[in-house]
């Protein structure tokens, strides 16, 4: 997972749930993230897919 996505993916997340969007209208969507978060949807997909590989296998939850 790349570090130079991932915490600004992490910071994004943040704005949008506590409704305080800097970049987007505010709806929780996947390309609002990206957007938010100033990452190509290339690289956020990525770091999405690898959070989710990491929750399914590594983790054990859904």
Known sequence: MSAKA???LREAMERLFTG????TDGKLS?????RAAGVNRALAD???????WQRKAIDGTN
């Open 46 to 52: 990525a770091v999405l897919l690898a959070r989710s």
């Open 20 to 23: 305080q969007p800097t970049r």
């Open 6 to 8: 991932d915490q600004p």
């Open 30 to 34: 996947k390309n609002n993230l990206r």
